[in-house]
């Protein structure tokens, strides 16, 4: 069967409309780029199943031009370059770099070198923020295949528009529910009413236990148990959120969070093992990196006003639609794949699931 994305098949997550795309990339000024690295035989022990995937706020340079930013880590088995830079000033200050787990020193030291060769002075100070899955199901990581030109690759494919999903860039040898995921995006569109505001999100899938999947409710795990990999990890997962609206760091440290709701609707359970890595930024303001000014203008969403729908609960809501939706998305573009030693991560059956959600009447 073609690979479609949800709403192409009549899975309607949620009760908010999506963006034009129904990516990250309906944030205006957001661009994403993917090198995917695959090399060796299926079933040869060296096999190479991986990638980069890098995430830029807006159209310009963040290290000249901040947004404000805000994190949240769900389960702490895994590693965000970043993380306190942006909980002490609340700006990302350089593209998001998605990799696998033992690749994430190489992704760091790449995107400084790439930063200082655009600006040597900015090169001297920026630390960029890097985060990471553990794709060694398939992929030798211990031959340490990544090299710089991939990340610099990523860095350089990096457009508004479209964005490819499933086994590609970071998403590559990542798993997601014992299926084969990898990379998955979603968007929101707030009413008029709440300001028309956006929010976008991409996902790097690696985490979940095939019997506590769910899409849009329906307990499909359990009712799909085989096609199973050879050995279970609880893995991990990345989610970046993107808006247009005018948040504050703290305010973004609450939208990360609720990334986390979407995912748990997917049936995660963010296991001991595992690594849920959650950012979110706005483009709503840029913080010009160099100013003569000693008092800056911000505009910032109200945290509470007299009436309802607070906008704050609107764009909570929105994040964990999309989150939601992109997981299936991911999973939905996702295709068999075989990696080292054989191992295999076989894509969901979508001809077994769409019966089950039409059963459960949530196909639309």
């Not at 990638?51 to 949240?72: L, M």
């Not at 942006?86 to 998605?98: C, R, T």
């Not at 992109?326 to 991560?345: P, S």
Request: proline share 4%; charged share 20%.
């Amino acid at each position: 069967m073609k690979k479609s994305r949800a709403r192409d098949l009549g899975i309607a997550i949620g009760r908010r409309q999506p963006g034009s795309l129904n990516a990250i990339t309906d944030v205006s000024g957001v661009r994403v780029g993917h090198r995917s690295v695959v090399s060796g035989a299926d079933g040869d022990p060296h096999a190479i199943r991986t990638g980069v995937t890098a995430i830029f706020p807006h159209e310009g340079d963040p290290w000249h031009e901040s947004v404000y930013a805000g994190t949240h880590i769900l389960n702490g088995y895994g590693e965000l370059i970043g993380i306190n830079q942006i909980a002490e000033w609340g700006l990302l200050m350089s593209p998001i770099v998605l990799t696998s787990s033992l690749a994430i020193g190489k992704a760091y030291d790449a995107t400084v070198r790439w930063i200082a060769g655009r600006d040597a002075v900015s090169g001297e100070e920026i630390m960029p923020v890097v985060s990471e899955c553990d794709d060694s199901g398939l992929n030798d990581v211990l031959s340490f295949p990544l090299g710089d030109e991939d990340v610099v690759a990523a860095l350089d494919a990096a457009v508004d528009g479209d964005v490819s999903e499933g086994c590609v860039g970071a998403g590559t040898g990542m798993q997601c529910f014992d299926f084969k995921g990898g990379i998955g995006t979603a968007s929101r569109v707030l009413p008029p009413e709440s300001g028309s505001y956006t929010v976008g999100v991409l996902v790097l899938t690696n985490f979940g236990d095939r019997e506590e999947l769910r899409i849009d409710g329906v307990r499909i795990g359990e009712q799909i148990d085989d096609l199973m990999p050879i050995e279970h990890v609880e893995g991990s997962c990345v989610v970046v959120v993107a808006t247009d609206a005018p948040l504050l760091p703290h305010q973004l440290r609450r939208v990360a969070q609720r990334a986390g709701l979407g995912l748990a609707r997917t049936g995660s359970h963010a296991s001991n093992g595992s690594g849920e890595q959650l950012l979110a930024f706005s483009t709503g303001n840029t913080i010009r990196r160099s100013t003569t000014d000693a008092v800056v203008d911000l505009r910032a969403v109200a945290d509470g006003r007299s009436g309802e729908p607070w906008l704050l609960s609107e764009l909570f809501a929105a994040t964990v639609e999309a989150t939601e939706e992109a997981v299936v998305n991911a999973l939905l573009a996702a295709e068999t794949t075989v990696g080292r030693d054989g191992n295999t991560l076989f894509a969901m059956p979508v001809d077994r699931v769409l019966p089950l959600l039409q059963a459960a009447g949530r196909l639309r």
